[in-house]
């Protein structure tokens, strides 16, 4: 729809600009005025009678893009409308999502399929090699990642440790996949029920920090899902979601991604 209204408007402006070079042409003519403001206009009149429609049409799509918002305008911490399940599967064409189990009910609650939920109960960031290798493999133009909660009990409070992990990672799918953004997701809030089990969980908001911090050093961009959260949304063992949070974190991922 957008391309017809785009090429109307310039089967409408040519005929304009052909019809006011030629009243300017006869302005100057009967009224004896050849100075060189009025020639130049009608210099700049005949070029644009002659232009390159296709020149004209790139001008009106590129201007067309610079209103298309981006993931990087859209603003954080904000949530728009909830997709509705064929809106989340027409979004998320062409990406990819690797992560552990929490990334995986992705696919188990039915939301997307295996060809773009690449994921695992218990993954670490450091023992992703599979999972990203197969990633890749799907060539995705969006490349989701999505750990921390495994990675927490294992590093134990250590973010630096956690943070060269996950550079291994991120160089391999920038070397392999130049073209292609990658999204970081951050660690979500863990229940203090969980925490009194393991308590190196309390370490997810230092871990987050180095997370942002390590995108703005990737250039990646970091996804903030934590306010998506409230007490409502915890599996019993207080780490894990249920279905009503997975509709919300696939809408704020697609539009922080600027798929929708």
Not at 35 to 53: G, M, P
Not at 77 to 100: M, N, P, S, W
């Amino acid at each position: 729809m957008k391309n017809i209204k785009n090429n109307k408007t310039i089967l409408a402006v040519i005929p304009a600009v052909v019809v006011l070079a030629a009243g300017v042409a006869f302005f100057c003519s009967r009224s004896g005025n050849t100075d060189k403001q009025c020639q130049e206009t009608v210099e700049r009149l005949q070029k644009l009678e002659t232009a390159d429609i296709s020149s004209i049409e790139d001008a009106i799509r590129a201007l067309s893009e610079k209103e298309k918002p981006t993931g990087s305008d859209s603003e954080e911490g904000v949530l728009g409308d909830i997709l509705t399940d064929v809106q989340i599967k027409q979004a998320f064409q062409e990406t990819v999502i690797v992560g552990d189990s929490i990334t995986e009910s992705i696919a188990e609650y039915g939301f997307l399929d295996t060809s773009i939920v690449v994921a695992k109960l218990g993954l670490r960031i450091d023992d992703a090699d599979d999972q990203i290798n197969t990633a890749i493999s799907l060539n995705p133009s969006v490349f989701f990642l999505s750990f921390g909660a495994n990675d927490l009990e294992i590093y134990n409070g250590d973010s630096s440790a956690f943070i060269d992990a996950y550079r291994v990672k991120v160089k391999q799918i920038q070397n392999a996949l130049p073209d292609t953004a990658i999204y970081i997701n951050s660690i979500l809030p863990i229940q203090q029920s969980a925490i009194d089990q393991s308590p190196a969980l309390a370490y997810y908001d230092s871990f987050n920090q180095a997370l942002r911090d390590f995108c703005d050093e990737m250039g990646c961009t970091f996804i903030d899902d934590t306010f998506l959260v409230d007490e409502s949304m915890y599996e019993p063992d207080g780490e894990h979601m249920v279905y009503n949070y997975y509709p919300k974190w696939l809408t704020y991922m697609a539009e922080r991604a600027g798929l929708v």
